[in-house]
């Protein structure tokens, strides 16, 4: 059973930084994808980054040369550097993997992820 936990949320001012963790277990990263999404309140869910098993690395043009993701596969831990924070990145961030590997342009696409963490919350004040 796949199981996704993130965590490192939290409340940052105006440029700050803040690190998300997702501790991924019974998940083969083998020829797949995972990737951060974001959902601010009455909006749609986003993707935010995504990185494959090939370590191909794709992002949202909101957050290109800001945001980093990366993963450390001896323990299955996908991570989200978020620099130079703004108000429009408060959102609940999701860390999300997919079933299969993914072609480019699908890459942050919601549909494409069969499973799915809680969530965790970021709010970046002025």
């Known amino acids: 059973q796949v199981q996704l936990v993130e965590s490192g949320g939290g409340s940052v001012q105006v440029g700050g930084s803040l690190k998300l963790s997702c501790v991924a277990s019974g998940y083969i990263y083998s020829r797949r994808c995972m990737a951060w999404f974001r959902q601010a309140p009455g909006k749609e869910r986003e993707g935010v980054a995504s990185i494959c098993s090939d370590v191909t690395t794709t992002y949202a043009d909101s957050v290109k040369g800001r945001f980093t993701i990366s993963r450390d596969n001896d323990v299955n831990i996908l991570y989200l550097q978020m620099n130079s924070l703004k108000p429009e990145d408060t959102a609940m961030y999701y860390c999300?993997?997919?079933?299969?590997?993914?072609?480019?342009?699908?890459?942050?696409?919601?549909?494409?992820?069969?499973?799915w963490g809680q969530g965790t919350q970021v709010t970046v004040s002025s």
């Open positions: 999300a993997a997919s079933d299969g590997y993914l072609w480019f342009e699908d890459r942050l696409s919601p549909h494409r992820y069969k499973y």
